[in-house]
């Protein structure tokens, strides 16, 4: 296969930079006169700004000081309602949220000036979870504390109850993670009346970003320029939080004159930056005498924290999936995002699924229990396939054999000669090992009408020596978008992948292409790409510049003559919605979804009876997902992502105490090393997706999706105990094992 | 304020040093503020995740674990100064060819560590290889393709021999 095709492993394009340690990450970036930004942050999680007190024994000559009374236009973060302050002025809505920023060109003097600054304020009681925000004893957030509700609805659930055979009722937990992406957050920003803002930083999405600029400084788009510097990861940390920290450098440079730096440590990165939603679910569910499912009446609420940010989105798509891979008749799901006062929970890769996810999974497999029936027997008889409809009333439109893809999975993990296995060999054994799995899927791209809305743009330009460069705004954060779209043009135009080069997110110099989340990078980005690279072969063909056949070398001598004869060679390509899509947005129903990826996923493990800790033996990941456009990326965003969510199910634990992690450093935060890992082993299988890029469809978040309840389900089987909570730490094992 | 410095004498990719810096200022930034070698990074700032690693005299050690104090007379090797070396080269092809990075942020610790261990070891198992990398994190690959670069750079290695 050629280096340039669909399905070959194409090198990273920018590997050697990376290994060599010369890949520029926004830290490694300084300016002449640059000055270093601090925030000094609310100790209290609630409360008023009395006063702010600058130590008089200290010389603030030199250092520039911004609050509040700085900003030029609305003081607040734009996003999608804009309720979260840029710099807050009066009241506290969450421990660490921002109030004044300073800057000094000395970084070790800005550090000792950070101390010498006093918040005065008047404490007021607190609202920390999701129950007591549930209650409405205090009201922190709009009339109710409900930052975001709605209801999706199918069939008649009461109806259904009534002629139930049995109904499992049961509660499911999740807790928040961080994202610990290992560069931490970090802007520049230049910025003056005459010459507008620049901005230069760690980020997913410049034009949010861009947006978030415009509205803080009311100044005309043109007058503001974001570009993305080398990611050191991101995983959804650095989607919504880069434009808090752009607006704060910007401020500074704007009132300084200098470039600013603002890059967090890490301490303060855990403290202020979001997190993973943590998730309560309750599911009823009503199956008939055969194990049918008849009906199921799920409650699906999140923590969103003090302001709204992302929530309403991640409320949706964890409602959406919530319903899983069953056909279920009457299904009644209730959505609701609460306000808690802390800081603002995001975006982080699964975006709600892995919530809902885990509580389903976990949920089938206690029914399975209680029916005396294997869970892959009780799946069997309910799984959703083409024709049928989802929760949302969404007709499964392309082939889905979930049927086949559990075997398969099954077949590959031994899971059934494990099961016998196991049950023998653990009679007596401190160590006692369990297999269990997981079924589920992603959907992919914005979900309903969120594609039509961002209405995304990519251009592709041809220089006149003959290299292709690709413009969008999607960013590069270790997943391999650059080489993905590198391949998907050299293999439209038949040329070495040597010759395309992707252009580095600069709003100055790329359309919008909407954001890099939701796994619609390769899926709806790519096609566009694609699209656009179609255009532009078919152009020099049709102007007579290149022959139907032609060479790489007549490619380029093509390139050449059309730009000496008629200027630039820049070609458009915008999405359009496909129309097979209808989405109802405030009944949550329809075509939630383009498409979905489908999986099952098995972990094997071992769960020690002295010392509590559980350890992934081994994982198989067997999914559905269109087409691998590159195998060794494709795999890498699997692994990586299991990786993760192996994290999230037994090792990662936010301690809070009065809305503010506790473990705040990566000592005390946790994510498995090398050595807490197994060979996870990554399986493919192909259905194209007829919108995608050589019918690829979204991966990166699919692999959070399902390790938790399979690894769950797995520790049920090792010791017989049904763990509705995660993560599962020793202590907790050590708890249950005990009672 | 008027603050205590100590005098520094030190290589660092054999690179002659001479300057004066407050005692507690850390190994990792000298290199980076003062020799400008922005290929060791900060992730953690607490010896946790080993993106700071650098060979310090002739130990693999996290850099921002080192006080100035104890840089006097040392000699240390950054990411940029084994580039040019065989080995380097071949782990090099082999994370390249496997996938072992993606964003790239743990990297340069990464292949500190792995250029060590091969340094020591040429043919270190599977086992060996997970605890010699076990003290750099990384969070986007799930370090299946980073064993798998090792592997392959050993096998290289190998086949030259």
Excluded at chain 1, 68 to 97: F, T
Excluded at chain 1, 379 to 393: C, E, V, W
Excluded at chain 1, 559 to 572: A, D, M, P, V, W
Aim: hydrophobic residues 35%; charged residues 25%.
């Amino acid at each position: 296969m050629k280096q340039n095709q669909i399905g070959y492993s194409s090198l990273r394009v920018e590997a050697p930079e990376k290994l060599r340690g010369r890949a520029k990450y926004i830290d490694d970036i300084a300016f002449p006169d640059m000055l270093y930004g601090a925030t000094i942050r609310s100790e209290i999680s609630r409360g008023k700004i009395l006063n702010i007190d600058f130590d008089k024994n200290f010389n603030w000559d030199e250092f520039t000081i911004v609050t509040s009374k700085d900003i030029p236009g609305k003081n607040h973060v734009a996003h999608i309602m804009n309720d979260q302050l840029c710099l807050s002025d009066n009241l506290i809505n969450h421990k660490h949220e921002p109030i004044v920023l300073i800057a000094h060109k000395d970084k070790y003097l800005l550090n000792i000036a950070k101390s010498k600054i006093l918040i005065k304020t008047k404490e007021l009681k607190p609202v920390l979870s999701i129950k007591d925000s549930l209650s409405k004893k205090r009201i922190i957030w709009g009339k109710d504390n409900v930052i975001k509700q709605f209801n999706i609805s199918k069939g008649d659930v009461k109806k259904a109850f009534k002629i139930a055979h049995l109904i499992f009722e049961r509660e499911y937990y999740t807790g928040a993670q961080e994202h610990l992406y290992l560069e931490t957050n970090g802007i520049i920003a230049k910025a003056s009346h005459n010459d507008g803002i620049t901005v230069w930083g760690s980020m997913q999405c410049p034009y949010f970003v861009h947006h978030a600029l415009t509205s803080l400084f009311n100044l005309p788009k043109e007058k503001i320029r974001v570009i993305q510097t080398e990611t050191g990861g991101a995983f959804g940390g650095k989607e919504d939080y880069p434009s808090i920290l752009a607006c704060h450098a910007a401020l500074l440079a704007f009132k300084s004159g200098k470039h600013v730096k603002l890059v967090y440590d890490r301490e303060e990165d855990i403290l202020s930056t979001t997190k993973r939603h943590p998730s309560f679910s309750r599911y009823k569910t009503a199956v008939d005498k055969n194990g049918k499912l008849l009906a199921m009446e799920i409650d699906f609420y999140l923590d969103g924290g003090a302001y709204s940010t992302m929530s309403p989105v991640v409320l949706s798509r964890g409602a959406i999936h919530a319903g899983g891979v069953y056909f279920c008749p009457n299904i009644e799901i209730n959505a609701k995002a609460l306000a808690t006062n802390t800081s603002p929970h995001g975006a982080f890769r699964g975006f709600g699924a892995p919530q809902s996810i885990f509580a389903l999974e976990k949920h089938i497999n206690d029914i399975a229990k209680e029916l005396k029936m294997p869970p892959e027997e009780f799946r069997r008889i309910n799984f959703i396939s083409d024709g049928l409809k989802t929760s949302t009333g969404q007709k499964i439109r392309d082939k889905v054999d979930l049927n086949t893809l559990l075997s398969k999975a099954l077949k590959l993990s031994s899971y059934n000669s494990k099961i016998k296995r196991f049950e023998k060999e653990n009679n007596g054994s401190q160590i006692k090992k369990g297999i269990g799995f997981s079924t589920f899927m992603h959907g992919a791209g914005f979900t309903g009408e969120g594609e039509k809305r961002l209405a995304s743009q990519v251009a592709i330009k041809a220089t006149k020596e003959g290299k292709i460069h690709v413009l969008t705004s999607s960013t590069e954060m270790g997943q391999g978008k650059n080489t993905v779209f590198s391949q998907i043009v050299s293999s439209v135009l038949k040329i070495d992948i040597n010759l395309v080069e992707v252009i580095k997110p600069d709003t100055s110099k790329v359309p919008d292409s909407g954001p890099t989340v939701a796994s619609r990078t390769t899926m709806v980005i790519g096609k566009l790409v694609e699209n656009a690279a179609v255009d532009l072969k078919t152009l020099l063909i049709q102007k007579k510049y290149l022959n139907e056949n032609y060479s790489e070398k007549e490619f380029i001598k093509a390139c050449s003559n059309y730009t000496k004869n008629h200027g630039e060679l820049k070609i458009f390509s915008k999405y359009k919605q496909p129309s097979f899509i209808k989405w109802n947005e405030n009944a949550h129903t329809g075509d939630a979804y383009a498409t979905f990826s489908w999986a099952v996923y098995v972990a094997e493990v071992s769960v020690d009876t002295k010392t509590y800790e559980a350890k992934v033996d081994n994982f198989w990941a067997l999914q559905e997902v269109g087409k691998v456009i590159n195998p060794t990326l494709a795999e890498g965003q699997i692994e990586g992502g299991v990786a993760q969510a192996i994290g999230f199910t037994l090792f990662e634990n936010i301690k809070w105490e009065n809305g503010s992690p506790q473990n705040s450093k990566m000592s005390s935060y946790i994510i498995p090393t090398s050595m807490d890992l197994p060979d996870i082993k990554v399986f493919f299988e192909e259905v194209p997706y007829s919108e995608g890029p050589e019918g690829a469809k979204g991966i990166g978040e699919l692999p959070m999706d399902g390790p938790a309840p399979a690894i769950s389900n797995a520790i049920e089987n090792a010791v017989g105990i049904s763990f509705n909570r995660i993560p599962i730490l020793p202590e907790h094992i050590c708890e249950k094992l005990n009672s | 304020m008027k603050e205590n410095k100590i005098d520094i004498k030190c290589t660092i990719n054999g690179k002659k040093y001479d300057f004066s810096v407050p005692p507690m200022l850390r190994l990792i930034d000298i290199i980076r503020d003062i020799a400008l070698l922005k290929g060791t990074k900060e992730g953690c700032g607490e010896g946790e995740c080993g993106t700071c690693l650098v060979i310090f005299n002739g130990k693999i050690i996290n850099s921002c674990l080192v006080p100035a104090s104890q840089v006097h007379n040392s000699k240390t090797t950054t990411i940029e100064g084994i580039v040019n070396t065989h080995l380097y080269k071949v782990i090099e092809k082999a994370f390249i060819k496997k996938g072992g990075a993606q964003c790239g942020f743990c990297t340069p610790g990464m292949i500190i560590a792995t250029y060590d261990l091969l340094t020591q070891n040429p043919k270190p198992s599977k086992n060996e290889i997970k605890f010699a990398l076990s003290g750099n994190l990384c969070r986007c690959t799930g370090y299946t393709k980073i064993t798998e670069s090792v592997l392959d750079a050993i096998k290289s290695i190998g086949a030259e021999n």
